[in-house]
């Protein structure tokens, strides 16, 4: 079995940084594609921001600027920096990535997420 572990949420003041973590950890052959998810209260669960394997990013327009995704491969760890945080960035953030097993099925997994507020 697979499992996503997120970690680094809180509450931070408006202006403020936050770093996410979320590693993967049990029978993995490799890790594909990784990203950041967030859900508020009330919204559906939208993208924030994605990495393949190779480095390369894609981020929601509302973040761009503002928050940086990263991956270490060696660790099948994947962080997003936050930073000038908004009241609006709050929400669970979730991590998503497709993990590939020995037998070279991929399937895709979820964290449990971390709480982000926001909040003066």
């Known amino acids: 079995q697979v499992q996503l572990v997120e970690s680094g949420g809180g509450l931070v003041q408006p202006g403020g940084s936050l770093r996410l973590s979320c590693t993967a950890s049990g029978s993995i052959f490799r890790v594909n594609d990784m990203g950041w998810y967030r859900q508020a209260p009330g919204k559906e669960r939208e993208l924030v921001a994605q990495?393949?394997?190779?480095?390369?990013?894609n981020y929601a327009e509302s973040v761009k600027g503002r928050f940086t995704i990263s991956r270490d491969n060696a660790k099948n760890t994947m962080y997003l920096q936050m930073n000038s945080l908004k009241p609006e960035d709050t929400a669970v953030y979730y991590c998503?990535?497709?993990?590939?097993?020995?037998?070279?099925?991929?399937?895709?997994?979820w964290g449990r997420g971390t709480q982000v507020t926001v909040s003066s």
């Open positions: 998503n990535a497709d993990v590939v097993a020995y037998n070279y099925r991929v399937t895709n997994y």
């Open positions: 990495v393949s394997r190779g480095g390369n990013t």
